[in-house]
């Protein structure tokens, strides 16, 4: 099934009269083509049910998978990104890693397809995103619901680590935190091994200092991650948020004292979470030093 063209954008070209003036003539040009409807197959053996979003470079879909008899969510290149081959192997590339991951906060994979659009094929998640549940809901997490979702993260990134993995993208956008209170990372796209790298992987307002500056990237950069999550869900805001007038402040300031903004979180988890946000990599804690803070202050040790 093609999909449906959207609605004309436009924009202005200059181009030379009869008289050889310059005139200013509006050239229409083709918006993004729409997203698939129900009930397309988006790929063979996957039926789209339903759009669930679209970002600069993906479609999202709500698809049922003829040979699992179940409902998963697909991602795939838009139609007007198919020809990006850097967003292609990106998304091909977090497939494959997935699909070798099995972890109980980590979303899994089940298939990827090479074709002329590249799909990942992952498990639908219960619940919702901690972005959401942090910006519809009046109050914040209690103290034992940020001391697990802490416990959970660093098990997810621990064992990124122990594959030779950096998420470099933790963020409440990719936490869902399902209805038993279980929360999974998701999003690979921009995981890569400990090293160097360029300025500004990652999302602006979540990116450690190393991550904003560029250069060599290590676990310290998750444990960041880790801390600036943690922080924005017991404060319901962000430690950082850049813009015009000032684009990157992780580089010019430590980030304020959680307790600061949320006076009565325990001691021991506030300076957990501040000591994430330490703005040299060498000065904070490692996940398992975070870990154990963190058991430390939790009823149950063992099991989260």
């Not at 789209?48 to 979003?53: A, K, S």
């Not at 300025?199 to 250069?215: A, D, K, L, N």
Request: charged share 25%.
């Amino acid at each position: 099934m093609s999909v449906v063209e959207g609605s004309q954008g436009a924009r202005r070209e200059r181009s030379r009269g009869a008289a050889g003036k310059r005139d200013l003539r509006l050239v229409e040009a083709a918006a993004p083509a729409a997203a698939l409807a129900a009930p397309a197959e988006l790929a063979p053996g996957y039926r789209v049910v339903g759009h669930l979003h679209r970002s600069g470079l993906l479609d999202t879909y709500d698809v049922w998978s003829h040979e699992r008899q179940c409902r998963c969510v697909a991602k795939v290149l838009r139609p007007d990104q198919l020809a990006n081959r850097r967003a292609r192997e990106r998304l091909l590339r977090e497939g494959a890693l997935l699909e070798g991951i099995t972890h109980p906060h980590i979303v899994r994979a089940y298939d990827t397809l090479d074709g002329p659009t590249p799909v990942v094929v992952l498990e639908t998640l219960g619940g919702q995103t901690l972005e959401r549940l942090i910006a519809r809901s009046r109050r914040r997490l209690g103290e034992g619901d940020l001391v697990l979702l802490g416990l959970q993260l660093c098990s997810a990134a621990h064992y990124l680590h122990g594959q030779g993995l950096l998420h470099l993208d933790l963020k409440p956008a990719n936490v869902v935190i399902g209805p038993d209170g279980r929360a999974r990372v998701l999003d690979l796209s921009l995981a890569r091994p400990p090293g160097p790298a360029r300025r500004g992987v990652g999302t602006r307002p979540y990116q450690s200092p190393e991550q904003m500056r560029g250069g060599e990237l290590s676990e310290a950069a998750d444990v960041w991650g880790v801390g600036v999550v943690l922080w924005e869900a017991a404060t319901g805001r962000r430690p950082f948020s850049p813009d015009t007038d000032d684009p990157f402040p992780q580089l010019e300031r430590r980030a304020a004292p959680v307790r600061s903004r949320r006076r009565r979180l325990p001691t021991d988890f506030a300076a957990a979470v501040d000591a994430c946000l330490e703005t040299a990599p060498s000065r904070r804690p490692t996940v398992e030093e975070i870990t154990r803070r963190l058991r430390a202050q939790s009823g149950d040790h063992d099991h989260y």
